[in-house]
């Protein structure tokens, strides 16, 4: 039997695999039918200060080989989230991360003050990518400069390990990584949707309410793959995998490229009940491949020595 | 927090067979490898075949009956890939299933006569809902006289199995839009007709499930008639279970879920009073 756990920026993981943020809610909701001891940790969906209902329907729609959403972050606001959520989690039986969004450092600043003090939760997952705010602009992600300001805010305000949250819709995503590492981060999320788009030519009406969206999925796993390794290739923090992650063996390449764990998203909306099985898929892969420990994956392309 | 119902599972389902239906649907039935307890009628399951050709997310489809072996029907209209590769399904072989999930329709009291309004395949959750409430086993037990049924599509082949419902003892009135069988005409004349020839007392319950365009007529004859209406709705959704937020739906400042801006079709649903949501 393989040892599974990992350390992730002196977070101890049972296993590498976490859910991604915005794919499985808070994660605690999902507890009858998925066995939250099972995973490495949950990422909630993505808190922000003040409530926000979110974009106009529709807001998703399947395509060829993946997933468009255009969701704008819905959630009822920090307050709501420690009221609420933040007590059901503790009996989640897992390690919880909570993703932190905003429109300004501000923004990011006042949630990240605002959770400093609950020790339930383990690290901050600053979401510096989301497509669906602000027409796409992506302020934060595509400036090494404006990451590293966020990420030195946040890293003032909280002792929580912080980790950067990176947008795949950039030329030099290693750039970015080091802006956030430099910032204060203790890990790199890499990465967050692609964007896109889906138009019915017959009726002429786009797939989403805002015509432009994040893109998930299959289909975009090889681009993650290559974003998590140039990530991992640039920084000395632990990067965490996520894009596209379906399976076993998808997890598996995340970890050859250098990453340190992963985030399984659209794959839930697949079989909401496949991240509970996932790290006993990947127990069993690396068995049947004689390795004993998943640390001894992480890094082992040969072009990433 | 909207979370799934305790009782759902992800799991996989046998298939036990596959029956053409009406012009362009099909009954198929499957027994999940752990079977769900009795089912309200208006919940549902997300289903997938595993069949490449199939979309990655599963599609929601009501339970159109329940059956004491354990087994359940799906009346399901076949529309694309995924319907597609499910009615080309073979007994024997597997299913994605991930249920039961939703609401179903309330306990409703024997105050007032009910009147369900189907569009095409929109009718899958009244069949059980004209079985339970017959029963009495949601709610209060209904005569079959105080059950109606007006079932509408635009041809006889998009009434599905018509004759089952017609066996189950109420009143069904079949319309369509070219008259190949029953009213000539969509169900929303009809249902006006039955009022100005006064087979339907005033104050009635409207169940409504089908097009969007019709659920809504059907809830504004209510709001006009001020009856309690309730839709069954057919939302495209991206996970079924409350972890996307994809299936939004806009809800009334003054009705029950007034309290945030947006309801979910999937776990708040997709049984919905009229005075909770825009339509």
New interface residues.
């Given amino acids: 039997m393989a040892s599974m756990e990992v350390d992730l920026a002196g977070i101890s993981l049972r296993n590498p695999i976490l859910s991604a943020s ?5 994660g ?3 507890q ?3 066995a939250l001891d099972e995973l490495g940790g949950l990422v909630s ?1 993505t808190v922000t200060c003040q409530p926000r ?2 974009n106009p ?6 395509t060829k080989a993946g ?1 468009l ?1 255009s ?1 704008g972050l ?1 959630n ?1 606001g920090i307050e709501s989230y420690i009221e ?2 933040l007590p ?1 989690v503790e009996s989640a039986g897992t390690v919880i991360i909570t993703n932190i969004g905003g429109e300004s450092v501000a923004d990011y600043v006042a949630a990240a003050e605002a959770l400093a003090g609950f020790d339930v939760i383990s690290a901050l997952e600053v979401n510096l990518s989301c497509p669906n705010v602000g027409g796409g602009r992506l302020p934060f992600s595509t400036d090494p400069k404006r990451a590293e300001e966020v990420m030195r805010a946040v890293s003032e305000v909280t002792d929580k390990p912080l980790w950067a949250k990176l947008s795949p819709n950039v030329t030099r995503i290693e750039e970015i990584a080091c802006g956030a590492e430099a910032g204060g981060a203790s890990a790199i999320t890499a990465v967050n949707t692609l964007l896109g788009l889906g138009v019915d030519w017959r009726t002429g009406k786009p797939a989403l309410a805002t015509v432009v969206g994040g893109y998930s ?2 289909g975009m796993g090889p681009v993650a793959l290559r974003c998590a390794w140039q990530c991992a290739q640039a920084v000395d923090i632990p990067v965490v995998g996520c894009g596209g992650i379906a399976d076993a063996e998808d997890v598996l390449a995340f970890l050859a490229v250098g990453c340190h764990a992963v985030q399984v998203g659209t794959a ?7 991240l509970g099985r996932l790290a006993a898929e990947v127990e069993q892969l690396l068995d049947e491949a004689g390795v004993k420990d998943v640390q001894d994956v992480v890094g082992c392309m040969e072009a990433s020595k | ?4 119902p ?6 996989n389902a046998h298939v036990l067979g596959v029956e053409p239906c009406g012009e362009d649907g099909v009954l198929l039935r499957i027994k999940p490898l752990e079977p769900a307890g009795p089912l309200r009628a208006g919940r549902f399951f997300m289903l ?1 075949s595993p069949d490449d050709t199939a ?4 599609r929601p489809f009501s339970v159109y009956r329940q059956h004491d072996d354990g087994s359940i029907e799906f009346l399901i209209k076949v529309m694309g890939p995924g319907t597609r590769a499910l009615a080309r399904s073979s007994p024997g072989t597997e299913l ?1 299933c ?1 249920g039961p999930l939703g609401n179903g329709f309330p306990e409703f009291g024997a105050d007032v006569p009910q009147v369900m309004v189907a569009g095409g395949i929109g009718s899958a959750p009244f069949y059980m809902a004209i079985q339970q409430a017959l029963a009495g086993s949601h709610g209060a037990k209904v005569a079959p006289e105080d059950l109606t049924l007006i079932y509408g599509g635009r041809k006889a082949g998009f009434l599905y199995d018509l004759e089952a419902f017609m066996d189950l003892g109420v009143r069904v009135l079949a319309a369509t839009d070219d008259g190949s069988v029953g009213f000539h005409g969509n169900v929303l004349d009809c249902l006006r007709k039955q009022w100005e020839v006064e087979n339907l007392p005033e104050t009635v319950r409207l169940l409504t499930c089908g097009p969007e365009p019709m659920m809504e007529a059907v809830a504004h004859e209510a709001a006009v008639k001020n009856l309690e209406c309730w839709v069954s709705l057919e939302s ?1 959704m ?12 806009v809800t009334r400042p003054d009705g029950p879920l007034g309290e ?3 309801a979910k079709a999937c776990v708040d649903g997709p049984v919905f009073c009229t005075s909770a949501i825009e339509l």
């Avoid at chain 1, 915005?22 to 808070?26: A, D, L, M, R, V």
């Avoid at chain 2, 979309?55 to 599963?58: G, Q, S």
Wanted: hydrophobic content about 40%; aromatic content about 8%; proline content about 11%.
């Fill in positions: 915005g794919t499985f809610g808070h605690v909701e999902m009858h039918m998925v969906k209902p979110g329907a529709p807001r998703i729609a399947e997933f959403n969701i819905e009822r609420s959520v059901e999925g299959i839930s909306f697949s079989d909401p009940g496949m | 927090m909207p979370a799934p305790i009782d759902a599972r992800s799991q997938r979309p990655a997310i599963p994605v991930v495209y991206g996970c079924g279970v409350g972890i996307c937020n994809g299936c939004s739906l945030w801006p947006v």
